[in-house]
């Protein structure tokens, strides 16, 4: 594997439901993300975004196939190794923030620390400052906007210097103003080095982006190698489609 391969997938697959009722909801043959990359994951409602990002952020167990992440197995691990995983390599950022609704803004910065001790309150602090919410740091998620409670959401996905951001429609609860600075944003922290993967429906967040990864009923139809790579490479065939198994 090349050394700026962050990610690499191999025959991904998630299985809802038993038996005569299971829904193959994810057919991944292959994708490949590199290190520093900003990427759209775009496709219609219910091609499978969601479930692609939980399973790289190992946030859901694949039903098959392999994710490799730094040249390790992540897929078949146990769940302590996925916690550490978890805590240490992916920033996570949602569509409804996800934030605790009867602490502070700063005290949800640092909800990822809190197994680790209180030695994080300054670097919490510096963060909610980058994202533009000095002077908010005591305010509860209600006394927020929600562009401001999407700022807190990114804060805390980077509280452990993560090296992926996986950010599921992180615009989708906002105006388009609001929405654009949230991208901005992004694009900042993809600009420092990280790794920034955004499923969204907006056409102008995926244009912002630099590798479009298109979605069709589970499985990826264009984008699945990076840019570098020869055209002929880039689209991936789309296989059969959703299929019960
Ligand atoms: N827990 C579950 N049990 C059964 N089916 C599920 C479950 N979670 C998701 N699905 C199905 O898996 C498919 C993919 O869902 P997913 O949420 O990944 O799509 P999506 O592309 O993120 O959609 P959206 O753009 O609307 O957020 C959908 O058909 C959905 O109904």
Request: include cysteine; aromatic fraction near 6%.
């Amino acid at each position: 594997m090349e050394p700026d391969v962050l990610i690499s997938v191999k025959n991904l697959t998630r299985v809802y439901g038993k038996h005569k009722l299971a829904v193959k909801v994810l057919d991944v043959e292959s994708l490949e993300i590199r290190r520093g990359e900003l990427i759209a994951l775009t496709g219609p409602s219910g091609c499978g975004k969601t479930t692609l990002l939980n399973l790289l952020g190992a946030l859901d167990r694949p039903s098959g196939g392999d994710i490799i992440f730094e040249g390790k197995k992540i897929s078949g691990q146990g769940e302590t190794f996925l916690c550490r995983f978890r805590r240490q390599k992916i920033g996570f950022i949602f569509q409804s923030y996800h934030l605790i609704p009867t602490i502070s803004a700063l005290k949800n910065v640092m909800v990822p620390a809190f197994p680790l001790g209180s030695g994080y309150k300054r670097r919490a602090m510096e963060l909610l400052g980058q994202v533009g919410l000095a002077g908010k740091e005591g305010r509860r998620p209600d006394d927020l906007s929600g562009g401001e409670q999407q700022r807190v959401a990114i804060a805390r996905a980077l509280l452990l210097d993560p090296d992926l951001i996986l950010a599921d429609e992180p615009t989708g609860n906002l105006d388009s103003a609001t929405g654009a600075g949230i991208m901005d944003l992004l694009k900042k922290l993809n600009q420092r080095g990280k790794t920034v993967l955004v499923a969204t429906h907006d056409q102008r967040v995926a244009e912002s982006c630099d590798r479009n990864i298109r979605m069709m009923d589970g499985q990826i139809i264009w984008g699945a190698v990076p840019k570098t790579f020869p055209m002929q490479f880039r689209r991936w065939s789309s296989g059969s489609g959703r299929r019960k198994l």
